[in-house]
């Protein structure tokens, strides 16, 4: 079983940034990528950024230049730094972890509101 816990969402204005930290635990053995998706109200959830286990990263086209996912592989934990926030970019983020062996899990999810 593997546990992923989001933190680092919150209330921020037009422009401001934010960074979303990820803490993997548990079986975290052949993990392939992680990665974070978005999920608006009434919209489907998006890929927002991943990073594969060889360090490769993949952004969706609306945050490339603005965010950046990196990890630490002493700390499992994988981070979402997010500059130059648009209201659009409100959401709840959600970490993401996928396995080699096929496993995919979710964390809980954090509040990011981008609001004057």
């Known amino acids: 079983q593997v546990q992923l816990v989001e933190s680092g969402g919150g209330l921020v204005k037009p422009g401001g940034s934010l960074r979303l930290s990820c803490a993997a635990s548990?079986?975290?053995?052949?993990?392939?990528?992680m990665g974070w998706y978005r999920q608006a109200p009434g919209k489907q959830r998006e890929l927002v950024a991943a990073i594969i286990s060889g360090g490769s990263t993949n952004y969706a086209d609306s945050v490339k230049g603005r965010f950046t996912i990196s990890g630490d592989n002493t700390k499992n934990t994988v981070y979402l730094q997010m500059n130059s926030l648009k209201p659009e970019d409100t959401a709840v983020y959600y970490c993401?972890?996928?396995?080699?062996?096929?496993?995919?899990?979710w964390g809980r999810g954090t509040q990011v509101t981008v609001s004057a």
């Open positions: 993401n972890a996928a396995f080699v062996a096929g496993g995919v899990y």
């Open positions: 548990g079986s975290i053995s052949r993990l392939n990528t």
